[in-house]
């Protein structure tokens, strides 16, 4: 079975993740025996190939003309002006639409513009959002980042530094909402112990019901927006 191997430093563990942009990708800790992977992925071809069947077969990047972000209710126009400008500027504007202007041709350059804009909208949208949750829930935070993450929707630190993934933007807002409230709940619990778990169901009922449909949420991400390593 072929697969991708990234070495991630945040990883504590051998990771298995299948994307329609590059199949199965075994995302594991540096210094991890690299030879232990084969026996690996045999021992869970069972879930890969479900996994693979569900997703489909791994498509080619293409660039995008219609942007949904179902976390915000937008969608966006996006329109190619090609010219013989070196670089590739994107302009949004108010009745919804990007304008792409360069060598737009150059497919990855394009997709790398447009996922700068998704940080800076995501930085625009989901702070503010995040603390309203967190005033909200009572649940103070430090700093808040936005990344590009491969393996995880969010993250806290034990400083109680959260970062956002930017491809929440895709995910519905009920979603979006919940992870915001996971990651918060883990300012004061730092693993998924008892007492995590109480707080978490005490300000999110069905906390444990979203919490299963997160795990599958990759689904809403394009694949343009996936980002090519662990972030």
Known sequence: MDYVVRVSPRARRVILRVTRAEGL??????????KNIPGIVEARRA?????????GKPEALAAPHVVDLPALGESWTVFYVPSEKNEVRLTPNCHGTLRIEGQVESIETVVDVLKQWLTV??????FPWLQAVSAETRLP???????????RWASCSKDGNISLNRSLLFLPPELVRHVFIHELCHTKHMDHSPKFWKTFEKLEPDCRKLEAQVKRAEKHVPIWAQPRGPG
């Open 121 to 126: 909208k995501a930085k625009a949208h989901l």
């Open 141 to 151: 935070y430090g700093r808040a980042g936005v990344r590009s993450q491969s393996t």
């Open 25 to 34: 990708v075994v995302v594991v800790p540096p210094g991890f025996n690299k």
């Open 47 to 55: 879930w890969i190939d479900r996994a693979v069947q569900r997703i």
